[in-house]
Structure formats: structure tokens, C-alpha cells
């Protein structure tokens, strides 16, 4: 049982006020204090109030007691804000030196404890991971946060691994906006053609039809509801929802005559199937599946038809399939230019 009395005593009258404690409100853990701003009530944290703890930190109106060593051995920052003099000015809590993180650091409480259970090996950040803890490591640990400079590659690494950087595997990637949001903000190029094609191909923007292209074909009207922006179902920028648009509008542009313009084969009589077969088989279904926007898709689609079935021979079938999985490839590879990455990576 602490008495406020006792801390009088112990500090001196100007760190008093940070550190004067109430035994009734230490029982349910709240910690009041008065700042600058006034009174506010400060939360010991539930799970890194350790009670060997040697440095008190605080973030938000969270206080965390931790050993010093830990934070200060892998990061510069925090070397620096508890090394030298800290430990004499530094106003203390429950006997330990407090150090409140700086507002401009923008350290988040919950971030902050997603990177202590890394660091003390609770939920150590393994592959298999989930974003929101990767992103929560990500940020404290980078250079604009706490600095951990290490850690920070490795979360790196971890967010790359959990986006495919092949034109044939399709994402089903849990939140692409969230994601393509950190990555652009933390310059993980390696991801962000990934999660731009999917945010720009399942986003419903809008794009030009291809009115006209082949007689007889339109669009179905209906088969697309067409929203002006993402953001009914994508939490993105202004900016990155014009990037996703214009990404689209060149996939649109580069697919469009690829997919309205009817395969030919090596033999006349395999040309004829394509000839008959590409209008239900290609076209009419990659119209009533947004096929047209979403090129490496339908481009899988149409290598995976059964065209020996329909009476294209093997060798044609062969060669036509390395030709679309080339124009995957080519999709792939022009997105770099479309979106501004190639010198970047
Ligand atoms: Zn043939």
C-alpha cells in the first residue's frame, strides 16, 4: 500500500504531480494524474505491468512497466530518450522513471503492446502472423516510431511474404486497401502491384465499355453495379483510389482487344473451333463476369477451357496456352509502367 505522503517525500515537488498516487484508485489500476491539459485518468496496462519492471512507458493514457534493457538494446530511439540523465529527471511511477512517449511520435497503446508481446516472446512475430499484428510492428518499429531497426526488416519481409508476387496466383488477400494503404506509407514496393490489381479489379470502378468492338455484343447492363468510387467497400485514399482508377482503365484498354479478338492456331481447322468457340466460350462469359477487367484472370480462364474437347489439337493447344500465359506475363509486367513502379523497385 502506497501513500501519497511517502512519494512527497521521496520526489521532488515538480515531479510530484505525474507520480501522486491515490491507494483507492491503484486497486482497480487507474492511475490519476494531472497534466498541462488537466485531469486525466491514466490505465495501467492489464498484461505489461510488470511488477520487476525498471522503466515505466507511456503511451496514449496507457502506462507500461517494462525492463529498460529490453527496448533499449534493439532500438536507437529509445536508447537514446532512457540513456544519459534520463533516469535523474525523469519523473517516476511506482518507483521506476517514466518515460511518456512523445505525441508526435504517434505511438498507438495498442500498437505499443503488440510490439511488447514480440519482444517478450508472447506472440512472437512468426509466419504466420496476422496483418493487423504485422502492421501494428511495422509502424512501431520503423524509424518515424520507437526505431527498432532489425525488427523492422524482418516485419518487412513478413508483409511481403503474405501477398503473391506471381501474375498466376490471385490474391484472396484479407484487406488489399488496408494493406496497399501501409505499404505505399512504408514503401514496400515489392506487394504493391499485387494490391493494386486486386483493389483496382474488385473495386467496381468504373471504366469504358467497349461499345461496338464486335457487332452483336454488349455488355450486360446489369451484370456490374458500377459505383463511382471504391469506398463503399475499400478504405483508400483519394489518392490511391485515382491510382487504382487509372490502373484500371489501362488494364481495360491493354484487355480489350486481346479478349475481342478471336484466337488463331497453327492449322485452319483448329483456327475454325476458335472461330466458333470464342464467342460463348471467351467473350459472352468474361462480359457477365467483369472478365474484361480483370485480365490475368480470365486470361487463367481461358487456359484452363478444355479446347482439346472442343476439337483443337494437342500441339495448338499447347502453343496457345504458352502464348496466354506470356500475356499474363506481358499484363504483369506493363503494370509496372502503369503505375509508376518500374524505377522504384
Ligand atoms: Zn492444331
Redo the contacts with the bound molecule.
Sequence with gaps: MYAATFWRRLLPRSLFTLTSLSAANMANGIVPSRTEDGEVGLRRHPKYWLEDGSLVVRTQGDLFKVHRTILQRHSPVLSSLTGGTFQEEAGRTDGCPTLHLPDELGVDSADFETLLEHLYHDFPLGPDASFPRVASILRTSSKRQLDFPLLHELTRQRLESMVPSDPTAFYEVERPDDMLTLAVDYDVYTIQKALFYTIATHANLQHDEPEGLVPGVSAPKDAEPVEPSPANQFNLSPELTKRCQRLLDDLVAHFTPILFTVAT???M??TDVFAEQWMPLVIQPALENSGLCRPLETLQTIIDLDWKAQG??E??VRDKREEWKEEQGTVWEKMNGWLGLSEKQ
Excluded: M, R, S, T
Design positions: 492456331a497453327g492449322h481447322a483448329c483443337v489439337c500441339e495448338c
